[in-house]
């Protein structure tokens, strides 16, 4: 149980067009999913609270005009990064709280902005 | 502003042996506590949680609580080169429905 997909798992668009990405919880429903982002050689960093009919709640520093997110039903999130440049590239993760206190990670996309 | 502390490693451990990694926090209202291991280029994946002070342990893991310290450890028993990776301490201010504050990691290296 418990298990998060997303789609795509890599990702390589050029600077300015939009990428949207994916967040499945498969086989449980999940009010709240998280987006995290991952630069090379960092730790994770939440960029935003994701809450299944509401609006997105943004970390400090993270432009939530540029980083579009969606939560539209109990299972599904996505996030669209807008007008997509290089230093958007990194490894974008989401995951979704599982009662009663616990988060699983989806596997990842793999973001390139060339 | 909310720090999670780790030393980054490399850690290097014999087959077999046990494996100590630390975790500091700044924020003393953290009330959950993780532990993930994260392969390379691979997404974290859970390994244990704790709440409360004292030890948890599942296997070959114990996880460890000092909340007046603000210090959080995990135990690996018998470690395996499968045990090799980067493990991460992420904190709380509630529970599973509020977002993660990760450290940057310890870099884990089972020798065989």
């Known amino acids: 149980g418990a298990v998060v997909s997303q789609h795509p798992s890599w990702v390589i668009c050029k600077s300015g067009t939009s990428v949207k990405i994916e967040c499945r919880s498969l086989?449980?429903?999940?009010?709240?999913m998280f987006w995290y982002r991952q630069f090379p050689k960092q730790s994770l960093m939440l960029m935003a609270t994701s809450n299944e009919g509401s609006k997105a709640t943004y970390e400090q520093g993270v432009e939530k005009d540029k980083f579009l997110i969606n939560h539209a039903s109990l299972t599904l999130s996505t996030l669209t990064v807008t007008s997509a440049h290089p230093e958007d590239s990194s490894f974008y993760i989401c995951?979704?709280?599982?009662?009663?206190?616990?988060?699983?990670f989806g596997p990842g996309t793999r973001l390139l902005v060339l | 502003q909310k720090e999670v502390e780790q030393n980054s490693g490399p850690l290097s451990v014999p087959e077999g042996a046990i494996a100590s990694l630390n975790c500091t926090y700044s924020?003393?209202?953290?009330?959950?506590f993780f532990w993930y291991r994260q392969y390379s280029g691979k997404s974290p994946e859970l390994i244990m949680f704790?709440?409360?002070?004292g030890d948890k342990e599942d296997g070959r893991f114990t996880a460890q609580l000092n909340k007046a310290s603000q210090y959080v450890s995990l135990l690996i028993r018998d470690s395996q080169p499968s045990d090799s990776a980067t493990y991460l301490c992420?904190?709380?201010?509630?529970?599973?429905?509020?977002?993660?504050?990760f450290g940057k990691g310890t870099h884990l290296i089972i020798q065989p």
């Open positions: 704790i709440y409360s002070n």
């Open positions: 992420a904190v709380s201010p509630g529970g599973g429905a509020d977002g993660l504050t």
């Open positions: 086989d449980f429903q999940a009010t709240t």
């Open positions: 924020d003393r209202g953290s009330q959950s």
């Open positions: 995951s979704a709280s599982v009662y009663p206190k616990t988060q699983y």
